[in-house]
């Protein structure tokens, strides 16, 4: 089985900082999501990256796909309180099953 | 395009009763995932349906099922409930479930056992 690693696990920081989560594994994926999740809610997709090297940008988000794809970042820009939530990594392991890291739980501060 | 679809919302249920949970996922998907959600295990992964068969299945026990229609419809089943089962319970489509698809989560059924 996979496993992915997400830090930090926790993250409160104030309107207008930057701050950067990261999703590592010891195991080569296909492709990594990154989704947010709202409490009460499912996880809605923001990104899929399946190059290595690949950098997306979403906005103020930009997600980064390593070069052995085995590790992702998400780095935010002049966070808002809307950033908000859970955020998760994924990798595709086999048909139909994902595996998911822990979570990031994002506080941005007004 | 709509996209997946999950009722009931929310559910209240007794220890030792059984529960029927149901997903329609994005039109032109074929792969349906089921995975539960706790706050200290995180997302699991239950079962993955294509084509009505069943591909893959997680470790959780044989009260858990789960079946998918001809229109690519599931429905997860969970009967004996116990009070460990309250969970947030997510359905995920794709089009073909390989591991390079991207899975589309439904909004969730919140389950709770009393």
């Known amino acids: 089985t996979q496993l992915l690693e997400q830090s930090p696990q926790f993250l409160s920081i104030q309107e207008g900082e930057n701050l950067t989560v990261y999703c590592n594994s010891s195991?080569?994926?296909?492709?990594l999501q990154w989704y947010r999740q709202e409490p009460g809610e499912g996880p809605v997709l923001l990104v899929t990256v399946v190059t290595g090297g690949e950098v997306k940008k979403l906005k103020r988000l930009t997600f980064q796909f390593g070069d052995a794809r085995k590790d992702s970042s998400l780095h935010i820009t002049a966070a808002q309180p809307g950033d908000t939530g859970l955020y998760l990594c994924a990798g595709g392991e086999y048909a139909g099953k994902s595996t998911f890291g822990d979570g990031t739980t994002l506080t941005v501060k007004p | 395009k709509a996209g997946v679809t999950q009722t009931p919302r929310y559910l209240i249920k007794t220890r030792g009763q059984q529960v029927t949970l149901s997903c329609s996922p994005i039109s032109g998907h074929r792969s349906v995932s089921w995975y539960q959600q706790t706050p200290g295990q995180g997302l699991q992964f239950l079962f993955e349906y294509f084509s009505e068969t069943q591909r893959n299945k997680g470790n959780f026990p044989g009260r858990f099922s789960g079946r998918q229609f001809s229109n690519s419809r599931s429905e997860m089943n969970v009967s004996t409930l116990e009070l460990g089962d309250s969970a947030l319970y997510l359905c995920a489509s794709s089009v073909l479930g390989t591991s390079t698809d991207t899975q589309y989560f439904g909004p969730g059924t919140r389950l709770t056992v009393l």
């Open positions: 195991s080569v994926f296909s492709s």
